[in-house]
């Protein structure tokens, strides 16, 4: 079993920058992939972001790519998602999200998940 639990969102104006953190409990969890996923207001979840388990595979959504980063540090039992050159369209709740195996970004292939962090990105 792994909980997750996320942290740092926030409100930021257009052009800012945040950095979400998901803690993860289980000594294990260096063994799963990590991912983010996040849910505006009337939409489906989608995927955000997703690390393989070591760090070493990265996958991002194309809307973020260049503008979002996704770490982790397995010593800390942690993954990061650092967003920088937010616009309003960012304007979600982040899901941290974990799963054994390859990098995903599938929602369904996700076993856990975190009960989300708020990111309101203002004109």
């Known amino acids: 079993q792994v909980q997750l639990v996320e942290s740092g969102g926030g409100l930021v104006q257009a052009g800012g920058s945040l950095r979400l953190s998901c803690a993860a409990s289980g000594r294990t969890f260096s063994t799963y992939v990590g991912g983010w996923f996040r849910q505006a207001p009337g939409k489906e979840r989608e995927f955000v972001a997703a690390i393989s388990s070591r760090g070493g595979v990265t996958y991002y959504t194309d809307s973020v790519k260049g503008r979002f980063t996704i770490a982790r540090d397995n010593a800390k039992n942690m993954v990061y998602l650092q967003m920088n050159s937010l616009q309003p369209e960012d304007t979600a709740d982040y899901y941290c999200?974990?799963?054994?195996?390859?990098?995903?970004?599938?929602?369904?292939?996700?076993?856990?998940w975190g009960q989300g962090a708020q990111v309101t990105v203002s004109p």
């Open positions: 999200a974990a799963k054994f195996g390859i990098v995903s970004n599938q929602l369904s292939d996700y076993d856990y």
